[in-house]
């Protein structure tokens, strides 16, 4: 087997809360009077909130303080938890195979609801180590979430594949030595070294 580990990007890959990211967002927009459509929307795809956030407010003509910022971040995180509430599991017979294989699996998100995210789907099992935004310093396209889960795990980022569905992810995994298999449509700025539909077939493609 070509891989020994598999660190998973959360949102869009093992399940799919963009639509959630972006009625959240979207009603922050409104809250700040600045524009908000899915172009803009796919500017934000592996990117921290607050991030996000500052490319929001760009499109305002407002000013805000630190403290504005912070409580704008804290009500969009609320709507958008309370969207994930609605959300049902849809990768499990996917990590189950990956995981009979001998396969190490991680996850490394910039999102911090990863622990509820993962508890909502009821996946925690599937997986041995989980680095997410509260854990690193830096954001993708810095490979710090995807080497610090291959650390965690006590594998060689070279011998890792990265499972991911936005740029910056593609961008932070060659920046950080992995392969990477992309999935869904979104536009690269390189061919990834696999490319699928979703997450589910990942186990036909490397086993």
Partial sequence: MKYKGIIFDLDGVLCSTDRFHFEAWKQTAEEVGAPF????????????????????????????TD????????????????????????????????????????????SKNAAYILERLDANRYFDAVCDGTMIAHSKPDPEVFTKAAAMVGLAPADC????????????????????????????????????????????TIL
Avoid at 69 to 97: F, G, I
Avoid at 191 to 199: A, F, G, K, L
């Fill in 67 to 110: 403290a504005e910022k912070e409580r704008l971040a804290t009500e969009k995180n609320d709507r958008y938890r309370k969207l994930l509430a609605q959300m049902s599991p849809a990768v499990r017979d996917a990590l189950t195979a990956l995981h009979n294989a001998g396969l190490k699996l991680a996850v490394g998100s910039s």
């Fill in 37 to 64: 459509d899915e172009t803009i929307n796919m500017k934000l795809r592996g990117v921290s909130r607050m991030e996000s956030l500052e490319i929001i407010l760009s499109g305002s003509s407002k000013t805000f």
């Fill in 161 to 204: 594949l990265v499972v991911e569905d936005a740029a910056a992810g593609l961008e932070a995994a060659r920046a950080g030595g992995m392969d990477c298999a992309i999935v869904g449509t979104a536009p690269m700025p390189f061919e990834p070294t696999y490319h699928m539909q979703d997450v589910t077939k990942l186990p036909g």
